[in-house]
């Protein structure tokens, strides 16, 4: 769609430099064009803006007329917003300074967040992270909006958003630790199945923990579905059922006093990819470059207990 103004920059600047230096052969110098490219350019402008720019002296280059010296001014100051923009752009595009929006999938950021913000604050302090907690869904409109560059989540919630893998995550169980079941050993997820699932009500999440049970060939048990991934901990510590979980927690105790343990699961259940989402076609700027840097330095610490996290 045409901007209807007629003109462009590159007029405007070939007019302002001819009018600083009174010759157009000079102002092409200058400008490393040809005296005919700056002619024509600055001739086209006045065309377009229905008003005579500079007066043709024969042999004594050119003079701005009344209406010139008028839009001069405009025409610099222009040029010199123009110029601020591109610097501008280029500081977003490279540097690890200034704002940056990202997404954390809610059930994530109470666990990596306060290692990232940590990080972030030691090696890029010039960084403003500015974070949203959303769930899956809200994350993906995040993306789309151009309101967030990038989005913390795992492979299965990212939609189809670009993901980029972090980490490899395998799956294991959680139990009330009064629960005699896997006390010997890794435990089958048809023996688990015999407790209910307990996991977030989140569709996307519900429906990868069916794909799991079905490429098992293990119905899915009955869900119990929680807002929160402390909540999903304090009902299995209560003897409610049993989760399941990507990421290991040293934290052992739930808010309300109960406790909870981790039980490796048998058999070759696939692992989760943990990692950041982000638009198609959208290029990762110099703060989302330290982001990353940041987060892969952070999810070490996660997998081994270090950092309690959860899916």
Do not use: W
């Not at 157009?24 to 008003?51: F, N, P, W, Y």
């Not at 006390?183 to 048809?190: D, F, H, I, N, Y």
Request: net charge neutral; glycine share 10%.
């Amino acid at each position: 769609m045409s901007d209807g103004l007629g003109f462009s920059l590159a007029q405007l600047r070939y007019f302002v430099v001819s009018a600083e230096v009174g010759n157009i052969s000079e102002a092409a110098e200058q400008l490393c064009a040809s005296q005919s490219t700056v002619s024509s350019a600055v001739m086209r402008l006045e065309r377009q803006l229905g008003v005579q720019l500079l007066l043709r002296h024969h042999a004594r280059g050119v003079s701005l007329t009344p209406s010139g010296r008028h839009l001069l001014r405009e025409a610099r100051d222009l040029l010199g917003r123009a110029r601020n923009l591109k610097e501008r752009g280029d500081a977003l595009a490279g540097d690890a300074a200034g704002r940056l929006d990202v997404g954390f999938l809610s059930s994530l950021a109470p666990f990596l967040l306060p290692g990232v913000h940590r990080l972030t604050r030691q090696r890029y302090a010039d960084i403003r992270l500015t974070v949203h907690e959303e769930p899956a869904d809200r994350l993906a409109a995040l993306l789309r909006e151009g309101r967030c560059e990038l989005a913390v989540t795992y492979d299965f919630l990212a939609g189809d958003a670009r993901f980029h893998s972090l980490a490899e995550l395998p799956v294991h169980a959680v139990l009330a630790d009064g629960d005699p079941l896997g006390r010997s050993g890794p435990v089958e997820l048809a023996e688990l199945a015999t407790r209910p699932l307990v996991t977030l009500n989140a569709p996307d999440v519900i429906r990868h923990a069916e794909k799991l049970f079905a490429n098992a060939g293990v119905p899915l048990p009955r869900v119990i579905g929680t807002a929160s991934v402390e909540t999903t901990r304090g009902l299995v510590a209560a003897g409610s059922g049993f989760a399941l979980m990507y990421q290991r927690t040293e934290v052992t105790t739930t808010l309300d006093g109960g406790t909870v343990r981790t039980v490796e699961i048998a058999g070759d259940l696939p692992p989760a990819s943990l990692g950041v989402a982000m638009m198609h076609g959208l290029t990762m700027s110099g703060r989302g470059m330290a982001f990353l840097d940041v987060l892969g330095s952070t999810l070490p610490a996660a997998r081994s207990g270090t950092r309690p996290g959860g899916p």
